[in-house]
């Protein structure tokens, strides 16, 4: 049996190590390259950009892809459960929070993503978005547009030198936006759940205990977290109120990790100005009737339509990304930037086999551990050059009874040599 090397990102998934044609089904829309690149490389991609609820269940049912690629359109426990086909479902951003993680997990069926691909787009708008409202921008537009002249009034503006930025979440975007903040030569503070004193130092940022200390001492808070259940409502009535009057808000993230309610609230009693791209209960088509209610609050909003990452240049990177991805799956059944693989496994020993890479050796082996009741975690199977010999790793939820080890010993025309390790 041939396997995978350690240097791999996931193991072979549900048994399919190569695909000759592999049928993807793209759900959203998705860059003409990179449908090319799937097509010139054997896929054959079914392009419905329009799908949704039960007609992508319809879909997944009627073409049983093996792979489905989705931008911002839900994929539901339900219809994970109509499609045993399903194997790999790529979210092509950053982002997986419209995916069922826990129910594809459940199935076996790998969710990747793109991360990073949207950085420097989103942290483009984030400056944008700052840039706009120190400068009253829009209003300055649509004053000129009515024929209104009033430099008296827009020339009021403090300007971003030296001023502090506090950034909330410091993955590939928040870093993205500290280069663009030091090019305006502003100071910037931060927290992060992964960020230590040490690697703030390195990103040249001061190091913040948490949120609350970010939003005290910053005049304009950024935030850049990833939505989950450990961030929904990070950035509370509790830290928003820490934020100095005339302070300014940013969100490019997503609206599940911020009180809107409170941010609503307080722009209006502390003067704060707010940049949003993304809202609350967004419409899930392009185009829709949406009036956002912290529109209504009487204070100063800039938004703009969860377009952070709606750049051609960020849509090609992810749109290769994406083909990336598909492409090792169907050549090797592997799949880089899993996010639902154990990150810790279950299992309590190894069990190392060296053995003669001939047919049936591993399938013997495993069922001498089935026979002993023993659920195989994890396994790898490495074949040495001249395909003669190889090593299989085979991780075990309990360890083997000697008995059983020593009856796998005593294969001598498969088996070289057995060990138990533990993990």
Partial sequence: MH??????????????YAFAMLKVLIADKFEKTGIEALTNDGCEVVYEPDLKADTLREALVRTAAPVLVVRGTQVTADMLAASPHLGLIVRAGAGFNTIDVAAASARGIVVSN???????????LTMGLIIALDRRIAENVTDLRAGIWNKKEYSNARGLKDRTLGIIGMGLIGQAVVQRAKAFDMRVIAWSRSLSRHAAAEL????CDDPGEVAANCDILSVHLAAAKETKNLVNRDVLGLLAPGSCVINTARADVMDYEA??????????????????????SGQAQFLPAILKAGGIVYGTHHIGASTDQAQDAIAEETVRIVKMFKNTGQAPNCVNIETRSPAKCQLVVRHYDKVGVLATVLDKLRRADINVEEMSNTVFQGAKAAVAVIRL??????????DIAAMHDMIINVEVKPV
């Fill in 204 to 207: 040249g940022v001061k190091y």
């Fill in 114 to 124: 793109c991360p990073g691909k949207n950085a420097v787009a989103v942290a483009e």
């Fill in 397 to 406: 939820a309990q360890p083997p009874a000697d008995s059983v080890v020593k």
């Fill in 3 to 16: 396997g995978h090397s350690a240097r791999d990102l996931t193991p072979p998934i549900r048994g399919r």
């Fill in 263 to 284: 941010l609503a609230e307080l722009m209006v009693k502390r003067n704060l100005r707010v940049g949003l791209d993304v809202f609350p209960e967004e419409p899930a």
